[in-house]
Structure formats: structure tokens, C-alpha cells
């Protein structure tokens, strides 16, 4: 072969006859063999056969070279024991408990659910109110990004706001201000209008769960609209079409795929959703409240994992469209980024009803939120309005322990879980090894996982030996730490998608160790994406409640449950101080955090 004479099929290796036989060798306009190559027949068997054959020999290279790579192998061990111990063993555990019934494999407990009307009833209200509040957060959600991106209006900063409070407050901030404003004691009830209403059922969680989640549908609507090309509706107004025209048949079409997406997202947060729905749902009984009372109030271990198979069904269904059907379609994406800035819409007869509507939704969200610390000062709320400190006193004596576990599971949780979040984000984009799929698809169906069957997986998996770890702290981070992973491994993903791989491997072809790389290259590039998920890995491990509330015990609590129990009491003026608390430790965080990186040259909201 290096004398340059002629080449005879027969005395090549069989690493490279492999190689000629492929379709590769072929002439890529007519399918005709290149001359000197044997012809291989292309029945259906060989081809298979070939591919069974090459995705062997790939996966014994893929795991030759991870084994000769220490680190690599090392931080491919560690992610897939984290994924298998509390991500697929939890799911495995509710299963089993769901299937055997008698020591043999029944349907027994599912059965005895669905024969049960009350049972059918709570799942009927859960779909009935994902469905409700995904519509209804997901037109408040459009209004709210239409009005920010395409209009001339003033407040829109007021209006970003929105987005950034739910993720700093605990989930049923907004249900315990509905109370305090329209429960039976309420401010605007009873105390202005003398009439006794009551907020709880089907209705105050539908306002409440919207005003919770469409935040969530505003910021990626947002995105999507920011991503349409102006020219195009230009040219249709060019043509003559006025500017509601242009709105039905040019911009809401390229922006059905992420309404749908936002509303598969909103649906997703609506099911899983475990504060609001316990604290104002009344009678209305949801699936995520009734697997708790189940499990942990009636000790019906097996009910409550038949329901949360069901609940995790329909998440997995919701997850699945969300991500794979609709998440994988764009119209948007066709004319890329924006090459030239929108001229905003000034037509008043678009602006003025708008800008109301955001207006009235804004102030209504505003003064729940304003309701928190007026409601910690308050003596009693509903019958003795006078303003008193004691509330603050209580929470930083009686309360203080509830503030200092809090606070010291989240610091301990932040960094473990942004680690561990660009490590399996690094590893599922720049390398190849056996498990690569299933790594990836474990951390991603973690997203869409309830809280509430989460908190059930581990209470029947590790509160038994061999490995007991209820009642300790360690549960607890490790809650916290897989709550919060997912969100930054998909952050990663994406941003190192959008990294030329070639910077790395030139980085590899000098010497550089896997360690080395992403140290000195891939962290420096995504440093961004990097501390805005610890940022959020912060913020959860302060906010988290559903899955936390099962691990919970004498020896170590947290002061989302503390709030919840001071609602449960009716000591609102308790569980609003808790509240101030809470927000106000995750906002100086937050503050200091990005005081602190932007010293230093890194732009959190890169990172968002």
C-alpha cells in the first residue's frame, strides 16, 4: 500500500474491507460502486446484520477508550450511580409496591382504584384543572410576551418583573395572599365589601395556579417572539394587509408550535403542583394532595403508589408531547434570529385593551405579593388589623431553627447539584460511552417528575435497609440536588450545543486531559450557564415543598413545610413572617450572587 501500486480487494485487512464494503464507498449521485471495490449485495439481512455489527465494534471502542481515561470513567460511574439510586430506583420501587399484592404480581391495587368513584373524581380534577389553567396561563402568558415584544407601551419592566417573583417565593405564596384578600376573613371580602366568600375549591386554585405558572409560558413565548423576523410581517404589510391581518395569518400562526409547548408546560406544572393545591384546594382534591394524605395520613402505601403510577402516567404522556411531538417543531426557527429591530405597534385600538389587561393582571399579582410583609406585621388577620412585631420575633426564636436548616441544606445542595448538572451535560454532548442514552433520557424524564412521586419513591426505598436514610439530612440534599439537576443539565445542554466542539478538540490533540478540557475550556465558556443553574439550585432548595414535605423529621425541617403548617393552623401572621423570611433570604442571595459574578465579568441572564 505505500508503494502506490495497484490495489487488489482480496489484500486488504478486515478492518478496512469493512469499511470499503460500506455505503460510503458508493458514488454518491448514482449509487454505482467505485471501481476496484467489491460489490456487496443490499438485501435487508446484511445491511442489519452490518449495523449490529459496526454498533458493537463501536461500543467496545466507545469503551476501550473511556476505561483509559481515569477522570472520565470516574464522572460517567458517579452520574449513571447517581441517576440509578435516586432517580430509576425510586420509580422502580413505586412500581413494584403498585404491582404485588399477597407477595405475587397483581393489578390488584389499580383495580381497587378505579373501582372507587372518589378516586376517579380526583383524577378527573386533576386533568380538569391542568387543562383550565394551561389555557387560561397560557393566553395570559401570549398577552403578556405580545405585549412587551411587539407593542409601544410603557411598564414593561414592571411587567418583566413577573417572571423573576414566582421563582423567589415559595408555590403557594400567591394561594395564601388569595386567603388573606378573598377568603373568609378576607381584606377585600369581608372587611371592604361585608360579604363572606369562600376562595377555596375548583375556582381559587384555577386563579391561583395561573397566576403562578404563566410566568413560566411569558418567558419562552417571549423568546419565540423575539425570534420572528420583522421583515416577513413587514412584507406582509407591504402587500396590503392590515395589521390584524398580519396577526392571524403571519404571527400566530409561527407561534402555534410554542403555544402549544407553553401550554404542555403549564399543564405539566399544574399536575405536579402540591402548595397551592393543599393549601386553597378545599375539597378539590388533586392527585399530588391525595398521594400525601394517602401515604403519609392514612399509611396506604400501596393506594398511594397505584395513584402516583396514574399521576406519572399522565405526566410522562404530557412530558413526551411536550418535548418530543411539539418541542421538536419550530416555525419560528425557519428565518432565524431577527436581523433588524421590530418597529413596535402604536395602533391605540391594539395597545389600550392590552396594556390594561397586563395592567390589572400585574397590580392583582403585585399586591398578593405586597400582602406578605402588611400580613407578617398584622396582630390577627380578620379581626385585629393593628401592626405588632411579634410574628418576628416568633419566626427568629421559635422559628429560628426551621431558617438555619433551610438555609444550610440549600447552601450545601447549590453547588452539588450545578456541578453534577454541567458534568452530565458535558458528558452527554462531547463524549461517547456505553449509557450515553440512557444517562441523558433518565435526567430529562426527571423534569417532568411530581414532587409527590419523587417524595413516595424515596420513603419506600430508603427507609428500609440495606440503606436507610429517611429522617437525616442527607435525603434532604439529595431531594434538593435532583430537583434542581435536570433544569441545569438541559440549560447546559443547549448552550454547549451552540459551542463549536473543534475548540475542545484542539485542546484534546495538544494533550489536554478530559479534566483539563472541560476545566480550562468548556467551564470558561459556559460560565453563564453555570452559575445561573446554582443560582436556581439555591432558590429551589430554599422554595422546594412536594418532595421535601415526605423526607421531612424532628432532627432536620425546612420552612416551606413550616409555612404550610402555620396556614394549616390559621396563623397566617406566622406563615407570612416565614414567607418575608424565606424571600428575603433568596433575594440576598440572588443580589450578592450577581454583584459578585458581574465583578468578575459574568452576565447571569446569559445564563437564564
Not at 439510586?85 to 425510586?90: A, G, H, K, M, N
Not at 420572528?228 to 406582509?236: M, R, V
Request: hydrophobic residues 50%.
Amino acid at each position: 500500500m505505500t508503494g502506490g501500486g495497484p490495489v487488489f480487494p482480496g489484500s486488504f485487512p478486515s478492518i478496512f474491507s469493512d469499511r470499503i464494503r460500506s455505503k460510503s464507498d458508493r458514488n454518491p449521485i448514482d449509487g454505482v460502486p467505485i471501481e476496484g471495490v467489491p460489490i456487496v449485495s443490499d438485501n435487508k439481512t446484511t445491511r442489519s446484520l452490518s449495523r449490529s455489527g459496526n454498533s458493537f465494534q463501536d461500543g467496545l471502542r466507545q469503551l476501550r477508550f473511556t476505561l483509559r481515561d481515569p477522570v472520565l470513567l470516574v464522572s460517567i460511574v458517579s452520574i449513571l450511580i447517581v441517576v440509578l439510586l435516586f432517580i430509576i430506583f425510586p420509580l422502580f420501587s413505586i412500581l413494584k409496591e403498585s404491582v404485588y399484592y399477597q407477595g405475587s404480581l397483581s393489578i390488584h391495587h389499580f383495580r381497587n382504584f378505579f373501582r372507587q368513584a372518589y378516586n376517579l373524581d380526583i383524577v378527573w380534577n386533576t386533568i380538569r384543572l391542568g387543562i383550565s389553567v394551561s389555557l387560561l396561563g397560557t393566553v395570559v402568558a401570549f398577552l403578556f410576551a405580545y405585549a412587551t415584544t411587539y407593542l409601544k407601551i410603557p411598564s414593561k419592566k414592571f411587567f418583566r418583573v413577573l417572571s423573576i417573583l414566582p421563582m423567589i417565593s415559595p408555590p403557594f405564596v400567591i394561594s395564601l395572599a388569595a386567603i388573606l384578600l378573598f377568603g373568609r376573613s378576607g381584606l377585600i371580602t369581608k372587611q371592604l365589601l361585608g360579604i363572606r366568600s369562600d376562595i377555596y375549591g375548583f375556582w381559587g386554585l384555577m386563579l391561583t395556579q395561573t397566576l403562578s405558572f404563566f410566568p413560566v409560558g411569558y418567558l419562552m413565548l417571549t423568546n419565540l417572539l423575539q425570534n420572528i423576523d420583522p421583515s416577513i410581517e413587514e412584507a406582509s404589510q407591504a402587500l396590503g394587509a392590515s395589521q390584524w391581518k398580519v396577526f392571524r395569518t403571519v404571527t400566530l400562526p409561527l407561534m402555534i408550535p410554542g403555544l402549544a409547548n407553553a401550554a404542555l408546560l403549564i399543564f405539566i406544572q399544574s399536575l405536579a403542583d402540591f402548595g397551592n393545591a393543599i393549601v386553597i384546594g378545599g375539597n378539590y382534591t388533586t392527585m399530588a394532595v391525595q398521594i400525601y394524605q394517602q401515604g403519609i395520613g392514612a399509611y396506604d402505601m400501596a393506594g398511594a403508589t397505584a395513584l402516583a403510577i396514574v399521576l406519572l402516567s399522565i405526566s410522562m404522556l404530557a412530558f413526551y408531547l411536550q418535548h418530543q411531538v411539539i418541542g421538536q417543531k419550530s416555525y419560528v426557527t425557519v428565518t432565524g434570529k431577527a436581523a433588524k429591530e421590530r418597529v413596535l405597534i402604536r395602533n391605540k385600538s391594539a395597545t389600550i385593551p392590552i396594556y390594561i389587561v397586563c395592567m390589572s393582571i400585574s397590580v392583582l399579582v403585585i399586591s398578593m405579593y405586597a400582602l406578605v410583609p402588611y400580613g407578617a406585621f398584622v396582630r390577627l388577620w380578620g379581626a385585629d388589623f393593628s401592626l405588632t412585631t411579634k410574628w418576628i420575633v416568633y419566626v427568629f426564636t421559635i422559628g429560628r431553627r426551621y431558617i438555619v436548616d433551610s438555609t444550610t441544606l440549600a447552601i450545601i445542595s447549590t453547588p452539588i447539584a450545578g456541578l453534577l448538572g454541567i458534568v452530565s451535560a458535558f458528558l452527554i454532548v462531547r463524549k461517547k460511552f456505553p449509557g450515553r442514552r440512557f444517562m441523558e433520557s433518565s435526567i430529562l424524564v426527571a423534569i417532568a417528575l411530581p414532587g409527590t412521586v419523587l417524595g413516595l419513591g424515596y420513603v419506600l426505598t430508603y427507609n428500609t435497609p440495606p440503606l436507610i436514610l429517611t429522617g437525616g439530612s442527607v435525603i434532604l440534599i439529595i431531594a434538593l440536588v435532583i430537583r434542581s439537576m435536570p433544569i441545569g443539565t438541559r440549560s447546559a445542554i443547549a448552550a454547549l450545543k451552540q459551542i463549536d466542539p473543534s475548540i475542545e478538540e484542539a485542546a484534546n490533540i495538544c494533550g489536554a486531559s478530559s479534566k483539563k478540557v472541560f476545566t480550562s475550556v468548556t467551564i470558561p465558556l459556559i460560565k453563564p450557564v453555570f452559575f445561573s443553574s446554582m443560582v436556581y439550585a439555591f432558590i429551589r432548595g430554599m422554595t422546594l415543598v412536594s418532595t421535601i414535605i415526605f423526607l421531612v423529621s424532628a432532627r432536620w425541617q425546612m420552612l416551606t413545610v413550616a409555612i404550610m403548617n402555620q396556614v394549616d393552623q390559621g396563623l397566617y401572621g406566622a406563615a407570612n413572617a416565614y414567607c418575608l423570611v424565606l424571600i428575603g433570604i433568596v433575594g440576598i442571595v440572588m443580589l450578592t450572587m450577581s454583584f459578585i459574578l458581574k465583578r468578575v465579568g459574568v452576565n447571569l441572564k446569559e445564563g437564564y
